[in-house]
T-cell receptor, first 112, second 108 residues
Framework: NAGVTQTPKFRVLKTGQSMTLLCAQD?????MYWYRQDPGMGLRLIHY???????AKGEVPDGYNVSRLKKQNFLLGLESAAPSQTSVYFC???????????FGPGTRLLVL | SQQGEEDPQALSIQEGENATMNCSYK?????LQWYRQNSGRGLVHLIL?????REKHSGRLRVTLDTSKKSSSLLITASRAADTASYFC????????FGTGTRLTIIP
């Protein structure tokens, strides 16, 4: 089992460009999450999904969109990147909401 | 807003010593979880303790929960260089909220 995988590992964008981060899990988990991690801020929830075809806003959703067309995949999109979105992005999944979460290795994004 | 807050922010100890980290929170919770993050990697779940439990063990890890004081502690016994990492508590109330972490350095 690969667990949770994320692509790409690292990306540099110019302000205004768009991109999609892909998260995949092979554990058949219903719940999936996107977080961003910034120095001194801990992990902050961007969006989450409670099942295929569903998404919901987290703590910091502005500037991001998500889609969960397949149970195993959770996509995070940036339509028009801003320097404030420079961060490390983590995807996670869980079998039961608010219990053990399994994290991917992260995507480091730099917006110039 | 942050729910769990870890203390201290950073901790350096000699290999073989015990390390204790604390987590305080503000509202009622269903469970509290501890995670480890090695530099440049994703978080790894260590242990989950439910609100009706007071203590839990896993290998060299011991977690306590005091719901009356709204606090938890993580004890790592007989520390090793490989324990060097950041440790986060996450509190599960209406949502799962992560603290800002304790950076633990084990000096060989």
């Amino acid at each position: 089992n690969a667990g949770v995988t994320q692509t790409p590992k690292f990306r540099v964008l110019k302000t205004g460009q768009s991109m999609t981060l892909l998260c995949a899990q092979d554990m058949n988990h219903e719940y999936m999450y996107w977080y961003r991690q910034d120095p001194g801020m801990g992990l902050r929830l961007i969006h989450y999904s409670v099942g295929e075809g569903t998404t919901a806003k987290g703590e910091v959703p502005d500037g991001y969109n998500v889609s969960r067309l397949k149970k195993q995949n959770f996509l995070l999109g940036l339509e028009s990147a801003a320097p404030s979105q420079t961060s490390v992005y983590f995807c996670a999944s869980s079998k039961i909401r608010q219990e053990t979460q399994y994290f991917g290795p992260g995507t480091r994004l730099l917006v110039l | 807003s942050q729910q769990g807050e870890e203390d201290p922010q950073a901790l350096s100890i000699q290999e073989g010593e015990n390390a204790t980290m604390n987590c305080s929170y503000k509202t009622s919770i269903n469970n509290l979880q501890w995670y480890r993050q090695n530099s440049g990697r994703g978080l790894v779940h260590l242990i989950l303790i439910r609100s009706n439990e007071r203590e839990k063990h896993s290998g060299r890890l011991r977690v306590t929960l005091d719901t009356s004081k709204k606090s938890s502690s993580l004890l790592i016994t007989a520390s090793r260089a490989a324990d060097t990492a950041s440790y986060f508590c996450a509190t599960a109330g209406e949502k799962l909220t992560f603290g800002t972490g304790t950076r633990l350095t084990i000096i060989p």
